[in-house]
T-cell receptor, first 113, second 108 residues
Framework: GAGVSQSPSNKVTEKGKDVELRCDPI?????LYWYRQSLGQGLEFLIY????????KSGLPSDRFSAERTGGSVSTLTIQRTQQEDSAVYLC???????????FGSGTRLTVV | SQQGEEDPQALSIQEGENATMNCSYK?????LQWYRQNSGRGLVHLIL?????REKHSGRLRVTLDTSKKSSSLLITASRAADTASYFC????????FGTGTSLTVIP
C-alpha cells in the first residue's frame, strides 16, 4: 500500500489477556519503529528494527512486551498479561533507511479494562 | 537519552497570525524533525533539518536550528484554522525521541 498500515485500529481487552498489534510498513522501507503515546504524554520509543540487524529493544517497558519483524516487512508487537497502564495509542513508523523522514501509521488505540 | 522538549506547551492565536514553537534537546544530533498530529490521526512529517543547516523553509513553515544552543524553532506564518494540532520535534539517533508537543489552536 501507499502508507503504513496498522491493525486493529482499536482494541479493547481485559486485564491479563494477551494482545497482538500489527504493522505493515511501506514496501522497501528497511527501518521500522514502534512507539506508544499515553494520554497527555509524548511519544515513547519502544523498539527499532533496521534491516537484518538485531533490533534495538531498549525502549520496551517490561518483559511482557515483545516484537518481531518477519521477512523484513510486517511487524507484530505483542503485549502479554496486559495491565491498565498499557492503555495507549501504539504507533508504528517506517523509514527508507532509518535516518530520514518517517511515515507513521494511524496507530492502534489499546484500552485495557 | 536524547529528548526533544517543546515550548510553549499550549498556544492559542488568531487566524492569520504567526505561530512560533520552540524545541530543545540534550545531546548531539544528526538531524531534527518536526511533526504535526491532528487529534485522532497519525503523525505527519513536516520538515527535517540537518545538523549542518541553520534554516529551512517549506511553504508556510520555517525551521531554524541552533546546534550551539541545542534548540530549534518552528514558525508557521499566516496561520489557518486547519493548522490546529499538536506539534512535536524529534531528534535522531537510531531512535527518535519526541517531547510532549505544543498544542496549537488557531481561532478562526
Amino acid at each position: 500500500g501507499a502508507g503504513v498500515s496498522q491493525s486493529p485500529s482499536n482494541k479493547v481487552t481485559e486485564k491479563g489477556k494477551d494482545v497482538e498489534l500489527r504493522c505493515d510498513p511501506i514496501s522497501g522501507h528497511t527501518a521500522l519503529y514502534w512507539y506508544r503515546q499515553s494520554l497527555g504524554q509524548g511519544l515513547e520509543f519502544l523498539i527499532y528494527f533496521q534491516g537484518n540487524s538485531a533490533p534495538d529493544k531498549s525502549g520496551l517497558p517490561s518483559d511482557r512486551f515483545s516484537a518481531e519483524r518477519t521477512g523484513g516487512s510486517v511487524s507484530t508487537l505483542t503485549i502479554q498479561r496486559t495491565q491498565q497502564e498499557d492503555s495507549a495509542v501504539y504507533l508504528c513508523a517506517s523509514s527508507l533507511d532509518g535516518y530520514y523522514g518517517y511515515t507513521f501509521g494511524s496507530g492502534t488505540r489499546l484500552t485495557v479494562v | 537519552s536524547q529528548q526533544g522538549e517543546e515550548d510553549p506547551q499550549a498556544l492559542s492565536i488568531q487566524e492569520g497570525e504567526n505561530a512560533t514553537m520552540n524545541c530543545s534537546y540534550k545531546t548531539s544530533i544528526n538531524n531534527l524533525q518536526w511533526y504535526r498530529q491532528n487529534s485522532g490521526r497519525g503523525l505527519v512529517h513536516l520538515i527535517l533539518i540537518r545538523s549542518n543547516e541553520r534554516e529551512k523553509h517549506s511553504g508556510r513553515l520555517r525551521v531554524t536550528l541552533d546546534t550551539s544552543k541545542k534548540s530549534s524553532s518552528l514558525l508557521i506564518t499566516a496561520s489557518r484554522a486547519a493548522d490546529t494540532a499538536s506539534y512535536f520535534c524529534a531528534t535522531d539517533g537510531n531512535q527518535f525521541y519526541f517531547g510532549t508537543g505544543t498544542s496549537l489552536t488557531v481561532i478562526p
